[in-house]
T-cell receptor
Framework: AQTVTQSQPEMSVQEAETVTLSCTYDTSESDYYLFWYKQPPSRQMILVIRQEAYKQQNATENRFSVNFQKAAKSFSLKISDSQLGDAAMYFC??????????FGQGTILTVHP | NAGVTQTPKFQVLKTGQSMTLQCAQDMNHNSMYWYRQDPGMGLRLIYYSASEGTTDKGEVPNGYNVSRLNKREFSLRLESAAPSQTSVYFCATTWGATDTQYFGPGTRLTVL
């Protein structure tokens, strides 16, 4: 069984500032991978970033980076230079074999101009 | 390329009615998935198809059936809709089990 926990129902940030969204992931599998998805009001699920558990290096995609602490089962998302378009619901998700993803409950991010 | 498409976008049913949600992909992906998203919750897996000709249950399969019609299409059927099935339904596809999943735009279903 896998569990994904996002403990921050809501977060806010000023435009151009940095914000970190938290996620913890627990699984008995040794091979797994983690994602952050963004869901704007349009409802579309958009991949933000992906991390393989076996990789030591934290994933980075432009202004988005993760801090993957395997022993602590922590997988946080850092958004640098926040933009108004970053406002959305953010979901952490984990997957193992067969591609079955388990999602957290989401964090609503508000960006203030 | 359309990517992943879902029909319909919106649907209202009465309790006991049946309907089929359609999902199609032109990404040549092998695996397809159906999720539901309830208010205040993340997505939960209903059924998945690892490859053409195979289907298997996810976390919340009760009240649903699926058909993997061919490599491109994966349908979700509600035989006798219940108010508890009011939700937003997402289809997703991926090339392999450990690859990134790509999602359709979702279907908002209301059961009265």
């Amino acid at each position: 069984a896998q569990t994904v926990t996002q403990s921050q129902p809501e977060m806010s940030v000023q435009e151009a500032e940095t914000v970190t969204l938290s996620c913890t992931y627990d699984t008995s599998e040794s091979d797994y991978y983690l994602f952050w998805y963004k869901q704007p009001p349009s409802r579309q699920m958009i991949l933000v970033i992906r991390q393989e558990a076996y990789k030591q290096q934290n994933a980075t995609e432009n202004r988005f980076s993760v801090n993957f602490q395997k022993a602590a089962k922590s997988f946080s998302l850092k958004i640098s230079d926040s933009q108004l378009g970053d406002a959305a619901m953010y979901f952490c998700a984990g997957g193992t074999s067969y591609g079955k993803l388990t999602f957290g409950q989401g964090t609503i991010l508000t960006v203030h101009p | 390329n359309a990517g992943v498409t879902q029909t319909p976008k919106f649907q209202v049913l009465k309790t006991g009615q049946s309907m089929t949600l359609q999902c199609a992909q032109d990404m040549n992906h092998n695996s397809m998935y159906w999720y539901r998203q309830d208010p205040g919750m993340g997505l939960r897996l209903i059924y998945y198809s690892a490859s053409e000709g195979t289907t298997d249950k996810g976390e919340v399969p009760n009240g649903y059936n699926v058909s993997r019609l061919n490599k491109r299409e994966f349908s979700l059927r509600l035989e006798s809709a219940a108010p508890s099935q009011t939700s937003v339904y997402f289809c997703a596809t991926t090339w392999g089990a450990t690859d990134t999943q790509y999602f359709g735009p979702g279907t908002r279903l209301t059961v009265l």
